[in-house]
């Protein structure tokens, strides 16, 4: 019968059905039990040995070899590949380290390898790579590395969800603000700058990203000077980066082992403290004023060109609001401010190899005092000449 015979095929589709759902989970439970041989492991111990070593195009070669062999293995294994990449970052590790595990890093975002639970431990190693910076010697090692940390943000963007990234984005926005605007190679500045503008295009959910990349655009920060005197101000009129630019010139460029630097960053703090007096007197003037009399002799020289910066600017924001230095800075601060120079006497900082960039520095302070009639009750400089 014709009811018979629908109850039959019914049956048989089913058990056909049945017979499907078997098979696929004995073959989802196959690549579970996938079988990887051991020579891989062989492969990846040269492969990792690789990224650390002295030529470029081989660390380059080694971070898209791990791409490859990671795409092709198992979810566990390939997770274990993350961890072992992940000790290149240590401050053990030389620069070579650094750069081919930066690299990697891409290679893996740039495939889709590196899942977003793994992005909590990633970015703090990346925003530590674009501030990676030493002198070795005679020159400087670490361009390769920020240049590589802006390929990484480059390769996120390109890679994850605006939500997967979004718990993340101040730190990688300001990091790359920080680096497009403030370091020292021109080629930097720009690798950071279109991560950025990548990370805008794609993301969407970096603060104020529109104005800022019409700003800091590729061409726009190819100038050190404009970039620190003109683009960082009018950024940093964007209060999710103001603070983060004002201690990264503190923090850093006003100890950084190159003068020219350091000397850019005390006229860039100038600037800052026209546009946030209140943050620099509360949170940044005892610093660089402690850092003034530092035994570092960079951290002194940059800390003396600032402070008489800042003294410059708190002045002219002081008749501004029709008040004096005293009401600004108050009554301790101004009397510490009094012994600087003295101070830098008794350490004979004046003298030796170095003393004439000091002399420069402490000068520049002292004209910053007599540009504004600084408050001093008794002769503070008499013995400048005579020393």
């Not at 989970?25 to 492991?41: F, Q």
């Not at 460029?253 to 800052?272: G, I, N």
């Not at 009750?377 to 400048?384: I, V």
């Amino acid at each position: 019968n014709r009811s018979s015979d629908l109850r039959s095929l019914a049956q048989n589709l089913l058990a056909v059905g049945s017979a499907d759902t078997g098979d696929s989970r004995a073959v989802a439970d196959g690549e579970e039990e996938y079988d990887v041989p051991e020579i891989i492991e062989e492969i990846l111990e040269l492969v990792f040995a690789a990224l650390k070593d002295k030529d470029t195009i081989v660390r380059w070669s080694a971070a898209k070899g791990i791409g490859r062999i990671t795409g092709r293995l198992p979810k566990d294994l390939a997770d274990d590949v993350i961890s072992n990449l992940l000790t290149c970052f240590s401050l053990q590790e030389s620069d070579a380290s650094w750069h081919g595990g930066c690299l990697a890093l891409a290679e893996l975002g740039r495939r889709g390898l590196l899942l977003p639970a793994r992005l909590r431990e990633v970015i703090p190693i990346v925003t530590k790579a674009l501030s990676y910076d030493f002198k070795k010697g005679k020159i400087s090692i670490g361009a390769s590395v920020r240049d590589a940390g802006c390929y990484v943000c480059w390769s996120f963007a390109r890679a994850y969800d605006p939500r997967e990234i979004l718990p993340y984005v101040q730190d990688i926005a300001v990091a790359l603000v920080i680096t497009a605007l403030f370091d020292r190679e021109i080629n930097c500045r720009r690798a950071a700058s279109a991560a950025f503008q990548e990370n805008v295009g794609r993301q969407g959910v970096f603060p104020h990203g529109i104005e800022i990349v019409t700003k800091a655009d590729f061409f726009a920060v190819g100038n050190r000077t404009d970039t620190y005197l003109k683009l960082s101000v009018d950024i940093a009129r964007f209060p999710e980066y103001t603070h983060a630019l004002i201690n990264h010139l503190v923090d850093v460029k006003a100890c950084h082992w190159d003068s020219a630097l350091r000397e850019v960053a005390s006229q860039a703090l100038h600037q800052f403290t026209l546009l946030d007096p209140d943050y620099i007197v509360d949170r940044i003037f005892d610093r660089v004023l402690s850092r003034s009399t530092e035994i570092d002799m960079n951290a002194r020289h940059g800390n003396l060109l600032s402070l008489g910066e800042l003294t410059h600017a708190l002045s002219i924001t002081a008749e501004r609001k029709q008040m004096n230095l005293t009401d600004v800075l108050g009554k301790e601060k101004l009397a510490e401010l009094h012994d600087v120079v003295p101070k830098f006497l008794r350490m004979n900082s004046h003298k030796g190899p170095f003393g004439e960039m000091f002399r420069c520095a402490v000068c520049s302070l002292i004209q910053s005092f007599l540009w504004h009639r600084f408050p001093f009750t008794d002769n503070r400089f008499s013995m400048c000449g005579s020393r």
